[in-house]
């Protein structure tokens, strides 16, 4: 029989080892809780208690599975964003603190009266934080992948009650003569030469939630801002999640629109990664 402690280390070690992970004890912690059904301050608080061989073997398997690359997020099947838990798996993006920067602006933007739309949602995790912090009345989540909408429809029922309304569909094509006062987006836009030096990681995740197109990664999100005037309110907002190294480009390609009040947001690192404008009809 085998220690929590005892497995908590071997964990850590073999992780360390592979040299894939900058956090190999977190990583290991939240693999054994998984696991045991422990907290992480349980851990060490009953750093002594032997583990069932069945529940050793499931987390030496969980192990094995991270050394070989495996996001975490994706082996836990959740992770958190904004204070709340959302389902994930490979069929959608892992959620990151980097996109609570979006969430920060729509906030300053809307109340619970506000028609919003999370176009390219993935696990929906930004539009369901969204109504959950304003108490939305009206909140579409839409993406192309039928994969990632499973994800997002298990997040809705477990956060909203199944309130958000779900859309299958490329951009605005399912969305046809509708209007918001706000539209967020996380579209795909890395370029292939950055996705190409992301690491083994990040390759797990959807590549169609990654590649934006173009040799810039934009082509998604010009085609954004070219059709969104029409599904947008008169004085309605549109919110862009986008590289820092993007932004002003994004900035450029609204004011060609006839974006008004354009901005930028930061991240926390800090590093200008929301765009968006006003536009008025």
Same mark, same amino acid.
């Given at each position: 029989?085998?220690?929590?402690?005892?497995?908590?280390?071997?964990?850590?070690? =073999?992780?360390?080892?592979?040299?894939?992970?900058?956090?190999?004890?977190?990583?290991?912690?939240?693999?054994?809780?998984?696991?045991?059904?422990?907290?992480?301050?349980?851990?060490?608080?009953?750093?002594?208690?032997?583990?069932?061989?069945?529940?050793?073997?499931?987390?030496?398997?969980?192990?094995?599975?991270?050394?070989?690359?495996?996001?975490?997020?994706?082996?836990?099947?959740?992770?958190?964003? $904004?204070?709340?838990?959302?389902?994930?798996?490979?069929?959608?993006?892992?959620?990151?603190? &980097?996109?609570?920067?979006?969430?920060?602006? =729509?906030?300053?933007?809307?109340?619970?009266?506000?028609?919003?739309?999370?176009?390219?949602?993935?696990?929906?995790?930004?539009?369901?934080?969204?109504?959950?912090?304003?108490?939305?009345? =009206?909140?579409?989540?839409? &993406?192309?992948?039928?994969?990632?909408?499973?994800?997002?429809?298990?997040?809705?029922?477990?956060?909203?009650?199944?309130? =958000?309304?779900?859309?299958?569909?490329?951009?605005?094509?399912?969305?046809?003569?509708?209007?918001?006062?706000?539209?967020?987006?996380?579209?795909? $836009?890395?370029?292939?030469?950055?996705?190409?030096?992301?690491?083994?990681?990040?390759?797990?995740?959807?590549?169609?939630?990654?590649?934006?197109?173009?040799? &810039?990664?934009?082509?998604?999100?010009?085609?954004?801002?070219?059709?969104?005037?029409? $599904?947008?309110?008169?004085?309605?907002?549109?919110?862009?999640?986008?590289?820092?190294?993007?932004?002003?480009?994004?900035?450029?390609?609204?004011?060609?629109?006839?974006?008004?009040?354009?901005?930028? $947001?930061?991240?926390?690192?800090?590093?200008?990664?929301?765009?968006?404008?006003?536009?008025?009809?």
């Amino acid at each position: 029989m085998i220690t929590v402690q005892e497995a908590l280390s071997q964990g850590t070690q =073999a992780i360390t080892q592979h040299k894939l992970s900058a956090t190999p004890l977190l990583d290991a912690s939240l693999l054994l809780c998984k696991s045991t059904g422990l907290r992480r301050e349980e851990l060490y608080s009953r750093s002594q208690r032997t583990i069932p061989l069945a529940t050793y073997a499931s987390y030496t398997a969980l192990i094995e599975q991270r050394c070989g690359g495996e996001p975490v997020a994706y082996l836990l099947g959740e992770r958190e964003f $904004y204070g709340r838990s959302f389902k994930v798996s490979p069929a959608v993006l892992i959620p990151r603190s &980097d996109s609570e920067a979006l969430v920060e602006a =729509a906030l300053e933007k809307i109340d619970s009266s506000a028609k919003v739309l999370d176009l390219c949602c993935g696990s929906g995790c930004i539009g369901i934080t969204l109504a959950k912090e304003r108490s939305l009345e =009206a909140i579409t989540l839409s &993406d192309i992948s039928a994969e990632a909408l499973l994800v997002a429809k298990e997040n809705n029922d477990r956060l909203l009650g199944g309130s =958000a309304r779900l859309i299958e569909g490329h951009l605005f094509e399912p969305l046809q003569g509708e209007k918001f006062s706000l539209i967020v987006t996380n579209p795909p $836009y890395l370029t292939a030469t950055w996705y190409n030096g992301c690491s083994n990681e990040v390759k797990r995740e959807p590549s169609l939630a990654l590649l934006g197109g173009e040799e &810039d990664g934009l082509a998604l999100i010009r085609e954004i801002v070219r059709k969104v005037p029409l $599904y947008l309110e008169d004085g309605g907002s549109l919110l862009i999640e986008c590289d820092w190294r993007q932004h002003e480009v994004v900035l450029n390609l609204l004011e060609e629109r006839g974006f008004s009040a354009l901005e930028s $947001y930061s991240d926390l690192a800090p590093l200008r990664r929301v765009v968006g404008g006003t536009y008025r009809v």
